[in-house]
T-cell receptor, first 108, second 115 residues
Framework: DAKTTQPNSMESNEEEPVHLPCNHS???????IHWYRQLPSQGPEYVIH???SNVNNRMASLAIAEDRKSSTLILHRATLRDAAVYYC?????????FGKGTSLLVTP | NAGVTQTPKFQVLKTGQSMTLQCAQD?????MSWYRQDPGMGLRLIHY???????DQGEVPNGYNVSRSTTEDFPLRLLSAAPSQTSVYFC??????????????FGPGTRLTVL
């Protein structure tokens, strides 16, 4: 299974943009790039996904490199409620292969 | 819609006891799955189902059984609980599973402690 690499932790100030990077150099042509987040003591929550093109939704934007070997999740204005663990996942087969993700700390 | 519901929220078992974790969804999703999350770790897939009557093993299936008799329900059975099964268990569902771009919806989790 293709793997992803994310920083263990990142910190942001409230109301500032946050760029969460993810490397996936062994991605296959049919792998979708998914992002989920997990707030403390809750189940994971879907954020966004993409295949080749950049994607936007109400929660975030996903920027995908042209060679698809990396991607960046963009939170446009971080709030305290965005403090969570963010998982970058390559969807392969039936399982979401969660790694350890990036723990995002948002400070007022 | 209630989404994905799980019961119980908390459970304490003694080694060797058996129990069933319940999972239900009201979104008419074909695909359902069970994950476990150990402290400080990501989620790992235990079992999954692509429709009623069809189940398969995930990454860590030993010690667990599943069945899928209806679209709505996907119970997870612990046959003989062991301390190594102390974990938080999450159920998830999606419209379809294989190489899907569909989002998965997760339940709130069941926190299980085995003494």
């Amino acid at each position: 299974d293709a793997k992803t690499t994310q920083p263990n932790s990142m910190e942001s100030n409230e109301e500032e943009p946050v760029h969460l990077p993810c490397n996936h150099s062994t991605i296959s042509g049919t792998d979708y790039i998914h992002w989920y987040r997990q707030l403390p003591s809750q189940g994971p929550e879907y954020v966004i996904h993409g295949l080749t093109s950049n994607v936007n939704n109400r929660m975030a934007s996903l920027a995908i490199a042209e060679d698809r070997k990396s991607s960046t999740l963009i939170l446009h204005r971080a709030t305290l409620r965005d403090a969570a663990v963010y998982y970058c996942i390559l969807f392969s087969g039936y399982a979401l292969n969660f790694g350890k993700g990036t723990s995002l700390l948002v400070t007022p | 819609n209630a989404g994905v519901t799980q019961t119980p929220k908390f459970q304490v078992l003694k080694t060797g006891q058996s129990m069933t974790l319940q999972c239900a969804q009201d979104m008419n999703h074909e695909y359902m799955s069970w994950y476990r999350q150990d402290p400080g770790m990501g989620l790992r897939l235990i079992h999954y189902s692509v429709g009623a009557g069809i189940t398969d093993q995930g990454e860590v299936p030993n010690g667990y059984n599943v069945s899928r008799s209806t679209t709505e329900d996907f119970p997870l059975r612990l046959l003989s609980a062991a301390p190594s099964q102390t974990s938080v268990y999450f159920c998830a569902s999606s419209y379809s599973g294989y190489r899907s771009y569909n989002e998965q919806f997760f339940g709130p989790g069941t926190r299980l402690t085995v003494l």
